[in-house]
């Protein structure tokens, strides 16, 4: 669990405490977390990798994490609550169904409830941190 919360710590980071170029710095970042080849010069990809393949984690869930947080590089609003919730699945499921595979299910019925936690966690979020997000330029709430 350590090994994806600093995946995603990471990942989130990059975007938002990123002083450089955060594209280019992102876009480096997915491909080494991304890839089967042991990167021996980081160790949150070391332990992610290791992670990722001991628990067989879908590497698609893990493109969506970054797809998700490469949208805060781009888009300040969400115009309804589909666009809101496409959003925080990328953010926030995709953390629970990766979680899944390390804590283990018993079936796959548990995916969708997964998925609408996310998004529920999601929104808590967004809800708590209105002004911040407003002070930052951005606003979560359709």
């Known amino acids: 669990m350590r090994a994806l919360y600093a995946f995603c710590r990471?990942?989130?980071d990059l975007v938002d405490c990123s002083?450089?170029?955060?594209?280019?710095?992102?876009?480096?970042w997915q491909q080494s977390t991304l890839s089967e080849l042991d990167s021996q010069d980081n160790l949150v990809v070391m332990a992610w990798l290791d992670t990722?393949?001991?628990?067989?984690i879908p590497l698609r869930y893990?493109?969506?994490?970054?797809?998700?947080?490469?949208y805060d590089l781009k888009q300040t609003r969400y115009e309804t609550f589909s666009a809101l919730a496409a959003y925080s699945y990328g953010v926030a499921s995709t953390v629970g169904l990766m979680s899944m595979h390390i804590i283990g299910f018993s079936s796959p019925e548990a995916i969708p409830y997964a998925v609408k936690l996310g998004v529920a966690l999601q929104l808590t979020n967004i809800l708590r941190d209105v002004g911040e997000d407003w002070q930052s330029g951005r606003l979560y709430l359709p």
């Open 52 to 56: 990722r393949l001991r628990y067989n």
């Open 62 to 70: 893990a493109e969506q994490l970054i797809e998700g947080v490469s």
């Open 10 to 12: 990471v990942s989130d």
């Open 19 to 28: 002083l450089g170029e955060a594209v280019a710095e992102l876009r480096s």
